[in-house]
């Protein structure tokens, strides 16, 4: 053995250099010490008592630390719903909101669910009190329920409660993009609990079961709206579509079928002309045929569907049956009068003059006209001999309006009434540019554009300059690949305050 065994953290021990402190007091003296010199001894404590103290201290604050570390916790998990409903809970019961009767509260609710629609706004109300519980639950309130947002997410025993204890008066839903769509049971729940529905939006609900549209348009028997923007096959079947305009008939007033793939969609427009007599929107864009091309009977449409105010026929080849070989064709179509909005844009247009003229008969009251991509020769100059006094929207990029000689004379046509112009991507001789857009800035009372787009063309800076000094309400300004203009100005100006800065830039 040796003679200084080691002791702690391997350091030699010599009695002649005793250390502080020592595991084996009998191999090592400790250093001495005397408790009447420290400030915290107490004479009639031992040091036992003392230690046992001590670790209870420890052990409280540990135990505070950790009870505070779990409130802070639980105050972090708690969700935005909660926060919301507690600081209801806060202004209900402080003086800031005074206690009015349940007639009152209801009133309000109905104001902000017209506004806002039911969900979220019930969903959080009904955990502020009992009285606004009792409340939310009133079925009548649940007039509105867009559900594409994710709000519900529930079992199929949740999703019938839901759909019993709020839904039975529901005339607008919205269950686009909705995951729970997918499942049969969903779409049987709003069949049974939801008969009184005017709208249904169905968009983007591309895992519908087969057979779901049907059941729907059969046990609702008050569709108004139905929206199968991008669903599923069987969704936009033939047999789907034409049971649509079968049962629906005179009630429909709007439908969307846009961004599918429709077999047959002649013999369902067909359908649609002679059953679906207060139809009023109509969307079948960028939809594909089997056949190649629309064929539309368009005297017969205008006949039987006078009412329609919005058609969009986008990136779909439209060919109008009409006999073109009589004078008095034209005179026989009385046209949409009612017709507010039409899109006929397309990459590729077929559009002829004479389609476009006897669909634009005697819509005075068009304020959307989208022709972009139309190139038929001297479509753009039928713009000239419609009549329609107060047109709000025109868009022509990549049309027939390079070439058009008379597109000064439609700048000054509807100066007075524009918001929103677009004359991009089209290679214009300097000539029809430079007269279009001075028929814009000096014709006779204020010009109301607000939304202007001249990107892709030959804008020079000196008519840049006329179009900022004069059209004083833009709000946004496209000027992107304009190779005539100086560097620093080929941008878009997406707000009031960046085309303020360029008119400063250019000393205007």
Known sequence: MPKYPRGILG???????????????????????????????????????????????????????????????????????????????????????????????????????????????????????????????????????????????SSEAKFKAFCRNRLSQCKDLNVSGCVFMKNAWAVDAIVKFCPNLRTINLSHCKKLPNGSVEKIVTGCKYLEDIDLNSTTTDAVSTQTLNLIADKCRSNLKRIVICNNMVKSINIFLTSLTWKCPNLEYLDVSNVKFTSGWLALDLLNFQRRCPKLKRLYLSNVVTQARFDTGRE??????????????????????????????????????????????CTAEQIVCV?????????????????????????????????????DLDLSWNNYSRNVLESALTSLCEGEGDCNIQSLNLSGTRVDMEHLRKVLHSLTQLETLDLSSCRDLDRGCKRIYKTHQEIQQLRKSLKL
């Open 11 to 153: 350091v030699k021990k010599d009695p002649k250099n005793q250390v502080l402190f020592s595991f084996n007091v009998r191999e090592g003296d400790e250093w001495p010490s005397d408790d009447d010199e420290d400030d915290d001894y107490n004479p009639g404590d031992d040091s036992d008592s003392g230690a046992k103290k001590s670790t209870t201290r420890k052990s409280q604050k540990r135990q505070k630390g950790t009870s505070r570390t779990q409130r802070n916790n639980k105050k972090q998990k708690l969700s935005q719903n909660d926060k919301d409903a507690i600081e209801s809970s806060r202004l209900m019961n402080s003086d800031a909101v005074p206690m009015l009767p349940p007639e009152i509260w209801e009133k309000i609710f109905m104001i902000i669910v017209k506004k806002e629609g039911a969900i979220p706004f019930l969903l959080r109300a009904e955990r502020v009190c009992q009285m606004w519980k009792e409340i939310c639950t009133l079925p009548h309130l649940w007039h509105t329920v867009d559900m594409s947002y994710g709000w519900i997410k």
């Open 328 to 373: 008095q064709a034209l005179a026989e179509f009385p046209g949409f009068t009612n017709l507010e909005e039409l899109s006929m844009a397309h990459q590729e247009s077929y559009l002829s003059c004479e389609t476009l003229r006897r669909i634009l008969k005697n819509a005075t009251k068009l304020t959307l006209l989208d022709l972009r991509g």
């Open 383 to 419: 713009l000239k001999t419609i009549d329609c006094p107060n047109l709000q929207h025109l868009y022509l990029s990549k049309s027939d309006a390079a070439t058009c000689q008379c597109l000064c004379d439609i700048m000054k046509k509807w100066r007075h009434s524009l918001t």
